[in-house]
């Protein structure tokens, strides 16, 4: 971002700096985070200071900058997001005992899935994934369950936004994306096969709210060799569908 386009107000200007960590690095530098948000190096470091007393970062010990725990306490508090982390363990926990795959819960954000909760074990792939981080909707097994279920608008902002390629498997072409999404929508489950990392396959399937919409979906990832996503597609199936019952019973 270029300091013409860098946010003008303190309030945009102190959050632009918190979004610098949405790349997913646990640790950032002072100019680093000057770069990502198009501020000068004095201002970012001045707004750097207040939000390290507030407690929104911590400095470490090389220099660096990293989220704080006020951030996290925060998050735990968002409504939306507790409620369903709740309603989902014990779906995820029965994913995980029948699997010992990774299980995930993750929500739409824009166009990223979020991942809410994640189970994994001994006997589990270990894989990019983290609670509270974001993927890709285009190449991944729950983001192409909210790119299928999102309408036109979501898949057009997609291509829009440009599709990259993370792998030598990623669909980076319209068409056949919009091909895949159909299949997903036929099939009521998402697949990818080694689209987001080398060696690594998922299944996800929707969870419905009161209203019908998708608000979160399910998945299983674990290592092509060992995964059958087809095989476990109609177990991730019945576990969002009994998850979407029992919030359209919660309201």
Known sequence: ????????????????????????????????????????????????????????LERSGRGTYRLGAKLFLLGQLVPRHRMLRQAALPYLEELYRTSQENVHLAVPDDLHTLFLEKLSGRESMAIRSRVGGRMPVHCTATGKVFLAWGGRDRFQRAVAA??????????????????????????????N????????VAVAAPVLGPRGQVVAALSITGHAHRLDVDRCAPTVRAAATAMSTQLTALG
Do not use: N, Q, Y
């Open 193 to 200: 096969l080694e689209e987001s990392e080398p060696g690594v």
């Open 1 to 56: 971002m270029s300091e013409e386009e860098a946010p003008k107000s303190v309030l945009a200007r102190g959050l632009s700096l918190l979004e610098a960590f949405f790349s997913g690095e646990s640790e950032l530098s002072l100019g680093e985070i000057a770069d990502r948000s198009g501020l000068p190096k004095p201002t970012t470091h001045r707004l750097l200071t207040e939000l390290v007393t507030w407690g929104a």
């Open 162 to 191: 440009g599709l990259p390629r993370l792998t030598p498997r990623t669909i980076v072409l319209p068409g056949l994306l919009h091909r895949d999404l159909a299949r997903t929508l036929d099939r009521g489950v998402g697949i």
